[in-house]
């Protein structure tokens, strides 16, 4: 199964994706919610519009709000003097949505929330950035971004569905100790627990995958509970959501569409109290429904979308006949799992081709209203239940103290789902969100320091933003890379870096070593416009090596290279930000230190690694 970042990472690691460079005009659909000047620390008063709580319907009211917080609503509310005053005639006021599975790296915050989508679960990546998410969320300082769950590292077995990313897994094999196993994850800062059950044997492809057994799945979801975090699963076959469900798990992460759910399965999810996240966004790409494709042409999605968006929003997840059979059955064990009372959560599955982050959230919407959910419950299905089933009590629904996560469409979503591709404003903690994608990238602003990575310490750690191995395996490859702290640095410090591996031919541009991303978020772009240089200590094999810099406004764009020759001895390589051909440091998303051809074993150490 070809998915999300065998497009977007090869591209990004060896620029074979150009980048079209689709930079789209703003929304003009809507005159724009008038509005007053708004003082600074001043409230914001939106008036005039329906409002949809999350649960229901209330009417037209006023919504008051302040610090980050809905301060107050109602339907003869005054506004206090000094509110900004955002005039939502003829609109609906929803609170932010939320998307239940998508896997976020780069500009997925960024673009989730120009659509709307203020929060969102991601079900499987690295567990570094769990602490910056974490306080991300419990801010309520003004941001363009959602916020976001993780369940880092899903639970998988070896070679198994998962591992083939780039970045290393840690796996289940018969003789893991699993309750210590999901101990460590939630150790790491797992907001829940994500397992992976998936041989593909539910696709029209040969290609089978290891995965976890049947008393595996019962441990790992009997562990998590005893941590005290939810379990959910990854599924695709009716077999293993029967088992996965029978086993305790809290609910289904993917609607499984090798036939469609019967009797015996719905019953067992209903008595259980489970929810499904059906991702039917995804699914409609595995049977060539064009649901991305059609939602990229509708004008009110369109006009804001980057052109990665549009790139997987036109992609689809396997090649071959279109089956329309996979969407329809998605569809009918959604409506029956629905009249039975099981909660359904809306989720995208984003990035992968097919989808968006952010716009597809609205396809999925309308594929619910479509699967039987009024459009109130799909609402709902993206707001208040996501929330309730996740534990978050800050957000989800419009009522005085929570968040003031919030989106303004224009007309009635509730007579018509698809008006909440009107968006007039998104507000995230009570600030108004930059929608425009041309107004480009946001970077994050760089630390103080110039220092990357010393080494020097018991765990590989980078001063600011995290490291991680790369090779082309991401992309089909095969080459191999290691990496661990070793004694005895360059100009006598602690520690160094080594990295060693195999480059092997089998794929066009063959790579693997490190790479260091200076964000929370893997991709995310650091403004580091102020520094010079990028200068570091290497020795090594002799070999050519080569120092990439990502950057820019898109995260496919072309990576500017610089090569350096690692000899025998500690040398300082001092390489000029300038004289990476086209590099835009103001928008910095990643560093790459890789072997590349000529094929063959290689070994290097990095220590002292600045940007000054």
Known sequence: MKRWIDMVAAGALVATVAASVLLLAPATGRSPA???????????????????????????????????????LGAELQVPEGYEVVDGSGGTLLPGLIDAHVHAWGDAQRDAARFGVTTAFDMHGMPERAQALRAQRESLAATGQADLWAAGY??????????????????????????????????????????????????????RLPTLTAPQVSAAIAAAHGHGRMAVVHVSTLADARHAIDAGADGLVHLFADVEADAQLVAAMRDRDAFVVPTLSVLASVAGAGEGGALAADT????????????????????????????????????????????????????????????????????????????????????????????????????????????????????????????????????????????????SAAPAQTLVGDFD?????????????????????????????????????????????????GFAFPWAGMTWLPAAEPMQPVDMSAREALVFHVRGDGRRYSA?????????????TQTFVAGPEWTEVR?????????DPALLRAVAFTAGQPAGRFEFFLDEVELR
């Open 457 to 505: 310490g018991d765990v590989l750690a980078a001063a600011f933003g995290s490291w991680q191995p790369s090779t082309d395996r991401m992309a089909g490859g095969n080459s191999d890379v290691a990496h661990e702290l070793v004694l005895g640095g360059a100009q006598g410090t602690a520690g160094a870096l080594r990295i060693h591996g195999e480059v092997r031919p």
């Open 300 to 443: 009110r999605v369109g006009a804001l979308l980057t052109a990665e968006q549009r790139s997987t929003l036109d992609a689809r997840m396997h090649a071959g006949e279109a089956d329309p059979a996979v969407l329809a059955r998605a569809l009918e064990s959604v409506r029956r799992l629905h009249a039975a009372g099981v909660d359904i959560l809306a989720g995208t599955d984003a990035p992968n081709p097919g989808t968006a982050h952010g716009a597809s959230l609205h396809g999925e919407l309308a594929l619910l209203v479509r699967a039987g959910l009024s459009p109130s419950q799909a609402l709902s299905a993206a707001t208040a239940v996501p929330a309730r089933r996740f534990g978050l009590s800050d957000r989800g629904r419009i009522a005085p103290g929570l968040r003031a996560d919030l989106v303004l469409v224009d007309g009635d979503p509730l007579a018509d789902i698809t008006a909440t591709r009107a968006i007039a404003a998104v507000w995230k903690n009570g600030h108004r969100v930059e929608r425009d994608a041309a107004a480009g990238a946001v970077a």
């Open 34 to 72: 008038t509005q007053q000047p708004r003082p600074p620390d001043a409230g914001v008063a939106i008036r005039g519009a329906r409002v949809f709580d999350g649960e229901r319907d209330l009417g037209v009211a006023t919504v008051l709000v302040r610090d980050g917080r809905i301060q107050q």
């Open 548 to 560: 990439m810099l990502f950057s820019g406004p898109s995260m496919q764009g072309m990576p500017s």
């Open 575 to 583: 390489l000029p930000l300038a004289d990476f051909p086209g590099a």
């Open 154 to 207: 899903a639970i998988t077995a070896p070679q198994g569905h998962g591992t083939q990313y780039g970045f290393p897994v840690p796996t289940v094999d018969a003789s893991t100790d699993i309750d210590a196993f999901i101990g460590e994850r939630v150790g790491e800062g797992a907001d829940f627990i994500k397992l992976i059950v998936e041989d593909l044997s539910a696709y029209a492809i040969e290609r």
